[in-house]
């Protein structure tokens, strides 16, 4: 069941967000409670067993270097990062298969306007409804809730979603294959062939509406099978196992390197070179020979790293829920819901009969239209019309809109330079050539606010 919460948080602020933490179902707490409190148990067990248990000095003196060891070399474990790569790729594969799931809207609209009318009404519900089973008997192979609502072919048939001759067709294809592939193509094999009868009998007038139509049946019959590959191909299991493992063998680590210890501190008896003997606490030059940082104070409650717990384990829970969207978790797909849906509306696209009347808008004597009224409560989100960073923030001198000069050579715009020879035309064998000329203009552009200042640049006009 998808868990929608996006009502509660239409504006930012804490309240919204706050209001999320108290939400049960789905939530953090719903996901990791059991093991978080099974870690306390673990924790409260052990920190008492080290207060209270431990009356051997030698004992208890292997327990805090056994803990201080474990302080030291807990963090070679690089949980953040495995568990933050392996969560993003479950999240992408999670949300991919999302946009997989074929819709029959397209489809069915398509019929609609490329086959109207009463007599092909059954065409169109056919067609319909060969999409639609061949989509159930994907998701029967997927998902578990649809396999538990659809267990056999006796149960499509009850339904309606097919018929007792469709029924012996799948049997007699399963029974070819011995049951080894998925026969969800069929459906669209036959919604096809309808197709084609159609385009034979002239109902279908036009190559390309024939082959809209054909692209719609493939898209769903992809769609289809890409959820086939999904429930295949998974993420490889040695990643999931390695991530898994890594957090709880992490946090098994911290049951011990988070532990407040109370080492017992030494003396040296007879100077340099004699042996440690335990003295009485606050004694004058005593040590502590395990190693451990006698100023972390004991608040006897482990916060940073019961919240270490809650982010990393709320980590797992979310990977592990995702992993697999067509299970039965709170944030799973609803399939069957989505099924219930696509049966109710495809059909009522396909039967749509309502032609709308060609009539004058309110607006057709305006060659603009009049803005849309806004009511009082949505008066407060009209805002003034977009305009362009460059709009708003730059502001052009006016004596900078003006055009760069054009300069002539001698200081004259638009004049004559030179004339050219354009063309040579020979009077005959022993007559001299003569040129044709044709004006051509040369002129300077004086670059304004240029880095080269005064440098100018031959500009041909024209001729």
């Not at 209001?19 to 306390?40: A, C, N, P, S």
């Not at 300069?407 to 030179?418: C, P, T, Y």
Request: proline fraction near 4%; charge should be neutral.
């Amino acid at each position: 069941m998808t868990v929608t919460y996006i009502q509660h948080v239409h504006t930012a602020g804490r309240l919204g967000t706050l209001r999320l933490l108290t939400i049960w179902k789905g939530g953090v707490v719903k996901g990791i409670w059991r093991d978080l409190l099974l870690y306390l148990i673990l924790y409260a067990g052990i920190s008492i067993t080290y207060r209270l248990g431990f009356r051997d000095e030698g004992i208890k003196s292997g327990f805090e270097r056994f803990c201080v060891f474990m302080d030291k070399f807990d963090e070679y474990i690089p949980l953040g990062f495995i568990l933050g790569f392996y969560v993003t790729q479950v999240v992408n594969r999670w949300w991919t298969q999302v946009m997989t799931i074929p819709w029959l809207d397209t489809l069915c609209m398509n019929l609609a306007s490329y086959l109207p009318g009463v007599r092909m009404k059954n065409t169109r519900r056919l067609i319909t409804r060969y999409a639609m089973l061949a989509n159930i008997l994907t998701l029967r192979r997927v998902s578990t809730s649809v396999v538990k609502r659809f267990p056999t072919y006796e149960h499509l048939v009850e339904t309606g979603l097919m018929t007792e001759k469709e029924m012996k067709k799948l049997e007699k294809l399963d029974k070819t294959t011995e049951g080894l592939h998925a026969t969800a193509w069929y459906p669209i094999q036959w919604a096809q062939v309808i197709l084609r009868k159609a385009k034979e009998n002239g109902s279908i007038t036009s190559d390309l509406l024939f082959q809209e139509l054909q692209n719609n049946l493939q898209d769903i019959s992809s769609g289809n099978g890409t959820l086939l590959i999904y429930a295949w191909v998974n993420i490889p299991l040695v990643y999931t196992q390695l991530v898994t493992i890594a957090v709880h063998i992490y946090f098994f680590v911290t049951l011990f390197s988070r532990q407040y210890l109370n080492p017992t501190p030494h003396t040296q008896m007879g100077g340099p070179g004699g042996d440690y003997a335990p003295v009485p606490a606050g004694t004058p030059d005593s040590v502590n020979l395990v190693g451990y940082d006698l100023n972390i104070q004991d608040y006897y409650v482990p916060f940073f790293t019961i919240l270490q717990f809650i982010f990393y384990f709320g980590w797992l829970k979310v990977a592990e829920t995702l992993i697999n969207p067509f299970g039965e978790d709170d944030d799973d797909f609803e399939i069957n819901r989505l099924i219930d849906r696509h049966i109710q509306v495809a059909f009522l696209i396909v039967d749509h009969e309502f032609e709308p009347e060609l009539l004058k808008d309110r607006f057709w004597d305006e060659s603009i239209p009049t803005e849309l009224v806004y009511t009082r409560g949505a008066e407060k989100y009209k805002n003034p019309e977009f305009e362009g960073s460059a709009e708003r923030s730059l502001k052009i001198k006016d004596c900078d809109k003006e055009y760069g000069h054009v300069i002539h050579s001698r200081g004259q715009a638009g004049v004559v330079l030179s004339r050219m020879p354009s063309v040579v035309r020979k009077e005959g064998f022993d007559q001299e050539k003569t040129d044709i000329y044709e004006p051509v203009y040369f002129v300077h552009y004086e670059s304004i606010g240029s880095p080269t200042g005064s440098k100018r640049f031959t500009w041909l006009m024209g001729h």
